[in-house]
């Protein structure tokens, strides 16, 4: 049963980077895309990006200028790191594996504030 | 950007009744060459992550029970409920993973009645 646990600081202060690591147990990182997905607080999904297996990405063109989505096959993780924070980005984060999200984390809430 | 519209925002059903939630995509998600419908349906509880329900539009995944089932093609695509127990109380949502951005519908949410 593979099993994904997002960790990270949960406050960021505004312009600074926001740095969440995704650790895949149950399973091999090498196969599949894995994605990270967010959802403010009391509202819907935004998907933020994917990165392959391989190290090929792809992002959400609202965030790509911010975004950079890594993969460590060695450690078993991916990362997600976003730059230039706003309050607006305040947000849960999954972090979430294969191209039709079959696996989730339980979600980090990263809060953006001073 | 494929824009997914669900509705209804929201649907009180009785128990034992039918639910059913509509998800319309801005253009068709479904591949010619393999004849697949990259759509999926989630249904997400207070608290928790979203759970995959369905995917490729009608596939039920392994240990989802067989009273949610997910139909439609193209643009147009429906999940149901046939049964609705208290477990069911959730808010349930759309996806398509046919064209980068990949996007979601705004989300259903199901209460009882």
């Known amino acids: 049963q593979v099993q994904l646990q997002e960790s990270g600081p949960g406050l960021v202060k505004p312009s600074e980077t926001l740095s969440l690591t995704c650790t895949v147990s149950?399973?091999?990182?090498?196969?599949?895309?894995w994605s990270w997905i967010r959802q403010p607080p009391g509202k819907g999904l935004e998907w933020i990006g994917y990165?392959?297996?391989?190290?090929?990405?792809n992002y959400n063109p609202s965030l790509k200028s911010r975004v950079t989505i890594s993969v460590d096959t060695s450690k078993n993780q991916f990362s997600l790191k976003l730059s230039s924070v706003t309050a607006a980005d305040t947000a849960v984060y999954y972090c979430?594996?294969?191209?039709?999200?079959?696996?989730w984390g339980q979600g980090t809430l990263v809060t953006v504030s001073s | 950007d494929i824009v997914m519209t669900q509705s209804p925002d929201s649907l009180a059903v009785s128990l034992g009744e039918r639910a059913t939630i509509n998800c319309k995509s801005s253009q068709s998600v479904l591949y010619s060459s393999n004849n697949k419908n990259y759509l999926a349906w989630y249904q997400q509880k207070p608290g928790q992550p979203p759970k995959l329900l369905i995917y490729w539009a009608s596939t039920r995944e392994s240990g989802v029970p067989d009273r949610f089932s997910g139909s439609g093609s193209g643009t147009d695509f429906t999940l149901t409920i046939s049964s609705l127990q208290a477990e069911d109380v959730a808010v349930y949502y759309c996806?398509?993973?046919?064209?980068?951005?990949?996007?979601f519908g705004g989300g259903t949410k199901v209460e009882i009645k």
């Open positions: 979430a594996g294969k191209l039709e999200l079959h696996y």
């Open positions: 996806h398509q993973y046919h064209t980068i951005p990949l996007t």
């Open positions: 990165i392959y297996y391989s190290g090929s990405t």
């Open positions: 149950g399973g091999s990182i090498s196969s599949y895309y």
